[in-house]
């Protein structure tokens, strides 16, 4: 059986047999592990659901008696559209059309700008937040914790300071959305820089480059096309996160919806949703196309 | 002129180089042998700094490179360009700029923030790849060329850098024979008409007996040879690559170039060790 042994110059003095033997062990071994780790997060993810369901609320049979009330409240919002009459009709449901297309504008430029001004600054903090590009610790540290501070209070509450701060109007909830942002992107693109290929790093280091040198020519060439992903995908955010700030008065659309929930003015309710709707929708489509462009197929000039 | 100063480097429990002590005189082209892990590339790292120093001096005309720290630093690199065994050119930059990258160390940052470089180092990265016969190819992404190609736009960038010395980091390692003798042959012209001194890492014999003045072999840390091609007798190659219970290194085996490119002036030395 064991004739092989010496012709390909096994140093080992075993027979096959009882490698073999070995090799079903621990593989058994490897096995029996596996599936109890698999049952410990199992029973894990068991017990933090039932306790999140006791501690929230959460019945079944209350969303099946709340479900058509939400419904209702849905459908009385809707204006009655007949065929003979349904220009006029349709006038009258969209009576402040000029307005409200002024204020979506102005919503769709708050997360414009706020995307701008917190792209621009989780540009310049998302280098010291990468692990692979300081040496220094400590800067790495401070780093990732003022981006994590930007992001995890909410942007609902920044505007409310703001508002208190500046004033009502677009101002503060451009501020708002620009913190948020900036804390938000500036993880995302650090987590791009700590994905990047060393080699071209290290090229130009050799060639005599400072930090911001390596910074520039040896990482922003390869994250720029991922940059410019999650700089579009965050653009998305904003601007259904903008419709949302009117309702502390940070500017945007959300101030005339919530005055049109709180009146009652129902047809109003559903004419303001469904073109932010629309608005929302066009925007995440345009936005995935060129996404998926610029990660798909790469970009054909070099940046 | 280069001098090495009994130049020891650890990492952690590891000793990669030990108590290295060697001297280069201008316009030498070098070759450095050895097995994976014999400290290759550790030595060449150390002088320009990319390993941060370990003990012992580095000397380049009179000044100590291992204290040396900031612009100083930066302008030493630019002093001692680098060809590394990937190319290590930004992929999505194209030929040109990745050439450009080389006049980096002599400039300052904000033009360098926005790509900006001067009508003369245009003109200088230019002239660069037309004698690597690269020209054609400049404005294209330095990705879409091949390995061989790659490999020489390194070389336009180490020239850009106005370097005394040239480090090369197995540089035809990935590459196939015919481009592993371009860029072979690219170096040695280099070396012979702009007097640079090149020290080239080589993990195959006949490369190093085929284009350099001098074969140095390093083993464990160790220079166990230093002397000319004709200087490195069986016996030599055995001390330098073999393992006690191993049998003689075979020459034929590691080579990679192919014996057909007998021009250039490397020529002569070839034929004579085509086997």
Redesign the interface.
Known sequence: MSTLTHTNGRLTSTTREERLLSFNARYRQQQFTRRNWTLLYGALFLAALSGSVAVSDFSIPGLIKGLPMAWNYIAGTLPTLTLENFWADLANWYWGLRFWLRLLVETILMGFVGTVLGGGVALLLCFPASRNLVENTGIYFAARRSLEFLRTVPELVFALIFVFAFGLGPFAGVLAIAVHTAGSLGKLFAEVNENV?P??I?????????W??LM???VV??A?PNYASYLLLRFEINVRGASALGIVGAGGIGQELYVAIRQFEYTDISAIMLLLIATTSIIDITCETIRHRLIGQD????? | MLELRKVTKAFGETIAVNNVSLRFEPGQMVGIIGRSGAGKSTLLRLI?R?ASSGSGDIVFEGTNVTTLSGKAL?????RC??V?Q?????????VL?NVL??R???LG?LP??F?HFSTVDRAAAALALDRLDLLPQALQ?ADTLSGGQQQRV?IA?ALL?NPKLILADEPIASLDPRNARLVMEALRTINLQDKITVITNLHTLDAARAYCDRIIGMAHGHVVFDGTPDQLTSAMIQQIYGDANETAVDESLTSTIAATGAEGPAGKRQLETAH
């Open positions: 290929d080699r071209p290290e090229g130009v280091r050799a060639a005599g480059g400072n911001p040198m520039r020519l040896g060439p390869q720029l970009m054909q000039a070099g940046h | 320009n990319l930066r302008e030493w690199r630019a360009a680098m590394f990937q190319f290590n050119l930004v992929n999505r930059l194209d700029t990258i080389g980096i160390g002599y940052t360098v923030m790509k992404r390194a960038r850098q």
